[in-house]
C-alpha cells in the first residue's frame, strides 16, 4: 500500500493522540528535567515525505525522520519527555479555510482550531505549532482559479488577516488549557520559492510570496511572554533544493532535521531571539 493511501486509511479512524515516555537519562543543564511536548501541524507531523515516516497519533519509529520526531528524540536523549501529536496530515488552520476550499470542491480531514486545540493536555509543558502550508495554498489557488474577484490583492490582504485572527484564537485555546506551557511557533518560508511553483509564472509566484510572507508575518506578530517564533522564512537553507522532498512542497530529510534544529533552543531555553524584520527571502519574485 502507498505512503499516501496508508495515511489517508489511517486518518479514518477515530484515535487520541499518543504519548511516550524514555527512561531518565543524566539531564542537560541547557534541557528541563520533565518535558510534555504537544505538536500541532499537518502532514509535517508524521514526517511525511521523509524517509521514516509516521501514521498519524501513534509513538514512531525511534528512527523516524520528521522533525517533531527528531525534535522529541533529542529531547528523551536530555530528560524524561513525553510526546503528544496532534498532528493531521491535510488539515488547515480553522473551518474558514475549510469553507475557502470548498469553492475549489475540496475537502479537508478537519481543522488545528476545532480537531487539535482540544486535545492539549493541562500539563503541557512545550507546544509547538506549524501553520499555513496548506491555507496559503488554498488561497493561491482560488486566486489561480480566478475565483478572488476583481481586487485580487485585497482578497489576498483578507485571507492574510483572517489567517492572523484565526491563529490568535488557536494561541488562545491552547493557552486556556495548559496556561503554563510555552508555545514555539515556526513560521512560513516563502513558498514562491519552493520547487513546486519553480514552472509557475512570475505573476503566480508574486502571488504565492504575498501570500506566504503576509502569513509569516501574522505568526512573527504572536511573538510574547513565553511564546517565541522559530524563523524559517529568512533562513537561506530551507529554500534549497536539498531541503525539498521530490514533490517539490513537503520537506527532505534535510528540510526536517534543519526544522528540527531551529526548534530546539527555542523549545529549551528561557529565551528566543524575535524573528528578522527583513531579509532577502522575502522577496524571491516579483512584487504583486
Known sequence: M?????????????????CSKAPETPTSPTTPVGVNYMNISASDSTGYMSSVECF????????????????????QQNGTATLNNT????????????????????TYPGNFLTNQAPFTKSDATVVTIFAGGNDANTVGQIVQAQLAGDDVRGFIDQQVRQFGDDLAALVRAVRQKAPNAKLVLLN?????????????SAVERGVMQRIAVGMSDRVNAQVGPNTFVVDLLCDARILEPSSFSS???????RGYTLMAELAY????????????????????????
Not at 498519524?56 to 528524540?73: D, S
Not at 533552543?265 to 504583486?288: E, K, L, T, W, Y
Open 56 to 75: 498519524p497519533f501513534t509513538t514512531c519509529a525511534p528512527n523516524a525522520t520528521g522533525w517533531v520526531q527528531t525534535l522529541f528524540r533529542r529531547l
Open 2 to 18: 502507498s505512503r499516501s493511501l496508508r495515511l489517508s486509511a489511517l486518518l479514518v479512524l477515530l484515535g487520541a493522540a499518543a
Open 265 to 288: 533552543p527555542a523549545v529549551v531555553n528561557g529565551s528566543h531571539p524575535a524573528p528578522a524584520a527583513d531579509c532577502a527571502q522575502r522577496r524571491i519574485a516579483p512584487v504583486f
Open 188 to 200: 512560513l518560508p516563502n513558498l514562491a520559492g519552493a520547487p513546486y511553483l519553480a514552472r509557475n
Open 87 to 106: 498532528g493531521v496530515p491535510g488539515q488547515v488552520l480553522s473551518q474558514h479555510f475549510e469553507d475557502l476550499g470548498r469553492r475549489l470542491g475540496r
Open 247 to 253: 514533490d517539490g512542497f513537503h520537506p527532505s530529510d
